[in-house]
Structures are given as C-alpha cells and as structure tokens.
C-alpha cells in the first residue's frame, strides 16, 4: 500500500486547522450561530475529516 506524500498530510492538516479556525471565529461573531453549530462542532469536523480521507483515496 502506497502511502501520500508528506506534503500532502501537511496540506490536509493545513486545510482542517484553517477550517477548525474559521468555524471558532464564526462562533465567536456570531453568538446565534455559534450557539446552533455549538453541539454539532464536533460532527462537522468529522465530516471535513472524512471528506478529507475519501478526497486521499481518490487521489490513489
């Protein structure tokens, strides 16, 4: 099994920190929003997870 190449973890990490971050300030200007979003954070960060491991394994 071939693994991906180092820069394209570190371009995933990048990519899920950014949006991690984006949904944090979102929350934090949006008091309503964030209060909606508050207990499903974790699922949207599961689902940007998983999108980003199907989008890998149709890169192979």
């Not at 180092?6 to 209060?35: F, H, K, R, S």
């Given at each position: ?26 929350e ?33």
């Amino acid at each position: 099994m071939d693994l991906p190449d180092i820069d394209t973890l570190l371009q995933l990490l990048l990519v899920l920190l950014v949006v991690w971050v984006g949904l944090a300030i979102v929350e934090e200007i949006l008091g309503l929003l964030g209060w909606l979003l508050g207990p499903l954070q974790p699922l949207v960060g599961l689902a940007v997870l998983a999108l980003a491991v199907l989008w890998l394994y149709k890169q192979r």
